[in-house]
């Protein structure tokens, strides 16, 4: 079932092949871009299906057949359905949750749960989302966390957190492809690397709804600091993912 999942851009390709400036009309929401971006060439839907409460019931199935593949191999085995897992993980995450946010209107207090109807702040979109991925964690606790404590909420392993000062542009290209948590100053959003690009999905409280930019071009991702930890290879994640166990955020 889950390995239909890895072929949905590949599919929203069919339906869009550029996104550009597109507006927000009724429930079919587009983000709006200061630029095109080639699903082709990013990997990324960027329109979302018709319901999301069966979106992310589809989610909870998909997590629940690897589930049971994880349960049902070997120790040995459990790594490589780990990596097969992290591919879903993205995909699913970036495919079929995200798209029906953009366009959601940003406000500092927003915290509603659903996609493009009130408001939601940079901490609630990222806490919201990994939620409706299934994954059993306190949205409203994570929120309310700074930036730092949110990325260290997710890791699991030491030293997986890193931690960059000042430009950052060479130190993006660097990351494995694939999707980040990034805590900033004040602000958090996700990383998106894929082949030479590096992109932003956020909150964003200048453009004042969740975009997708690149994070070199976007005015919100200057920082003093930057915290960034993987979702894609975080094997203990995914674990806790697959089996369902409660994540316990990092608290001051």
Known sequence: MYASFLSLAACANDQVSKIDKLEIVGNDSVVVQPMAFDSLATGLTFIHKENYSKTKAEVKQIRNALKKEYLN??????ASLLDSAGSVFTQVLLNEIIPYWYGTVWDFNGYTEVPNKGTIACGYFVSTTLRDMDLQLNRYKLAQQTSLNEVNTFAFKPKSVLHFSGSITEELLKLDEGVYIVGLDNHVGYIYRKDKQAYFIHSDYIRGKVVIELA????????????????????????KWLLGERIKVVLD
Do not use: G, R
């Open 73 to 78: 191999m070997s120790s040995s085995e459990n």
């Open 216 to 239: 070199t071009e976007s005015s919100a991702f200057e920082s003093h600091h930057y915290y960034i930890i993987s979702l894609s290879d975080n094997h203990q994640l995914l674990e």
